[in-house]
C-alpha cells in the first residue's frame, strides 16, 4: 500500500474509525479535511442491496442537485437545424448534427452529457460502441432524448445529473465541490439519497441502503449513518 502523506495522516487521524456520521457531520468533515489546491470534488458512493444483473433489480435515474454539482458540464446538442437556435440560447456548448457525428466516430467526446432528438437516435446507434463505455449515450429515461431540447439543456446546465448502478450494487455521483458550504454539501447529498429510496426496486428484498460513503478528490471516505436516512 503507498504511503500516506503528512496531509492525509492528519485527514484519517480526524475520522473516527467506527462511528457512523450524518450526512451533515460527514459534509462539514469532509470539507475541514480536504487540503488539495483545486476545487475537489466531493462525491457520494450508495451501496444498495440490489441485483443489478437482473432487469427488474437495475436502479438508474435522474435528480437534480437543489445547489448544482459546482462542474461547468459541457452538452453537445445533436439536433436538426431548426432546433439549433433554442440548444444555442439555453447554453449548449456544440451544437450541430452531422460535423459532430463523424467527430463522434473518429473517437471524439470531450463532452459531459449528449442530448438528441428521437429522429436523429436512429443515428446514433452505430456510435454505441463509442459512447455507450463513456456513458454518454442519450437515453429517454434520463431526459437526453427529447423535443424539449431547450429545457433539457437548462436543466443539466442547473445541476441535473443521471446515475446508475454499477455491476457491484454501487451508485457513484458527485454531489458538490469542496468550496460549497456545509450545508448545500448536505442538501445536494440528501436529495441524491431521497431520490435513490424512491427508486427501490419492489424486486429488492432486505436492507436496501446498505452502506453511505462520502469523500472528496484525495481524502479518505467517511462513513454515514444508514439508518439515519429515512427509508
Not at 457491484?168 to 454531489?175: F, L, Q, S
Not at 441524491?192 to 441502503?209: E, F, N, S, V
Request: net charge positive; aromatic share 4%.
Amino acid at each position: 500500500m503507498a504511503r500516506l502523506t503528512k496531509k492525509q495522516k492528519e485527514a484519517v487521524a480526524k475520522i473516527e474509525k467506527d462511528k457512523l456520521y450524518s450526512v451533515e457531520e460527514a459534509s462539514a468533515l469532509i470539507k475541514e479535511i480536504t487540503n488539495t489546491k483545486f476545487d475537489s470534488s466531493i462525491d457520494l458512493a450508495v451501496r444498495l442491496g440490489v441485483d443489478p444483473r437482473k432487469a427488474n433489480q437495475m436502479v438508474r435515474g435522474v435528480v437534480s442537485l437543489p445547489h448544482g454539482t459546482g462542474k461547468d458540464m459541457k452538452v453537445l446538442a445533436l439536433v436538426t437545424p431548426d432546433k439549433e437556435a433554442e440548444a444555442k440560447e439555453a447554453g449548449a456548448d456544440y451544437v450541430g448534427l452531422d460535423e459532430y457525428l463523424d467527430k463522434i466516430k473518429s473517437g471524439w467526446t470531450d463532452v459531459d452529457v449528449i442530448i438528441t432528438m428521437p429522429s436523429v437516435m436512429g443515428k446514433l446507434g452505430p456510435l454505441g460502441r463509442v459512447l455507450g463505455p463513456r456513458g454518454l449515450m442519450p437515453n429517454p429515461k434520463t431526459g437526453t432524448v427529447t423535443m424539449d431540447v431547450a429545457k433539457a439543456v437548462t436543466e443539466v446546465k442547473a445541476g441535473k445529473i443521471d446515475f446508475k448502478v454499477d455491476k457491484t450494487g454501487i451508485v457513484h455521483a458527485a454531489v458538490g465541490k469542496a468550496s460549497f458550504d456545509v450545508d448545500k454539501i448536505a442538501e445536494n447529498a440528501n436529495e441524491l439519497i431521497q431520490t435513490l429510496i424512491k427508486l427501490k426496486p419492489t424486486a429488492a428484498k432486505g436492507t436496501y441502503i446498505k452502506s453511505i460513503y462520502m469523500s472528496s478528490t484525495m481524502s479518505p471516505g467517511v462513513n454515514i449513518d444508514a439508518k439515519s436516512v429515512s427509508i
